[in-house]
């Protein structure tokens, strides 16, 4: 089979499409023939050697793929050849072919093409696990998310209204604030013109919002800490502006704040397969029904992963950046 290839650490130009040893599905896994597979920023960081992989993951980029069942393992029950398809990856989704636990794959929603399906396991997976789950966020709530022009960003947007909150966003130009408020959004902030804090104290009384979902991490911590109200969440999925910070510890405790992090790729099978579980049953009605939407920017041939890497790098896009094998 045909798979992208890091051919060393480095800037876009290391990705390589290459001919690789096939792969198979080995007891409890599903093989899909893949459609198409989703860029995230997980992938960027792998190519330049800043992510660490978690034991007995793919060395290909890709945590996510639509596609049809090619090969059912040993143990497999709800799956059949044929089947359509889309799962969240732990890896090896840039390839022709990739294997995946069968507690990770979900069906094909309807209403959503095969190539589109691509773009929705990883964000409705981190969205659904650390916004629902986790902080609980709930109807006539308020909530947060950054950078809301990104794939989790857009799909928090749409989850969060569906459900009844009022979504606050923060994004870096009119445009994409734009896209943000076409999409649901309430209050739409742009982080380079406005201080989000005052803003965020602004529109709700001073009271601040529920939930926070942040994917910046140190710079933001403390401003995050000052936009959540009594009881409030904050929940960071990531670190695009650093990883360390100094802050004032006091509204921790004097508003009973709660602080989470998790990521998705590193989960154990089973917990994954809960989280997918969950996403199904509570995700997909809302996705059938068209509530909720992927978002895609555009697509590029599984041999252009390096001008994919580009586009994304230079956040240019609004939504998820697929790649196609074929």
Known sequence: MKAVVITTSGGPEVLQLREVEDVAAWDGEILIRVTATALNRTDTLQR????????????????ECSGVVEAVGKGVKRWTIGDQVCALLAGGGYAEKVAV???????????VSL????????????????????????????????GGSSGIGTFAIQIAKHIGAKVFVT???????????????????????EDFVARVKEETG????????????GPYFQRNLESLGVDGRLFIIGFQGG???QANLGPLLARRLTVQAAGLRGRAIEDKARIVAEV?????????????????????????????????ESSAHT????????
């Open 101 to 111: 636990p069968a507690g990770q794959v979900l069906p094909l929603p309807s209403g």
């Open 280 to 312: 199904e049953k509570q995700v997909w009605p809302a996705v059938e029904a068209g509530r909720v939407r992927p978002v895609i920017h555009c697509s590029f041939p599984l041999a252009q992963a390096a001008e994919a890497h580009r586009l994304m």
């Open 319 to 326: 939504g998820k950046i697929l790649l196609l094998p074929s």
């Open 206 to 217: 001073g009271k601040g919002v529920d939930v926070i979902l942040d994917n910046v991490g």
């Open 48 to 63: 330049k050697g800043a992510y660490q992989l978690p034991p007995g993951a793919s060395p290909y980029l890709g945590l």
């Open 171 to 193: 994004a870096g130009s009119a445009e994409k604030l734009a896209f943000c408020k076409d999409l649901g959004a309430d209050v739409c902030i742009n982080y380079k013109t």
């Open 243 to 245: 990883n360390t910070t």
């Open 115 to 146: 190539t589109e399906a691509a773009g929705l396991p990883e964000v409705a997976c981190t969205v659904w696990s650390t916004v629902f789950m986790t902080s609980r966020l709930s109807p006539g709530e308020s909530f947060l998310v950054h």
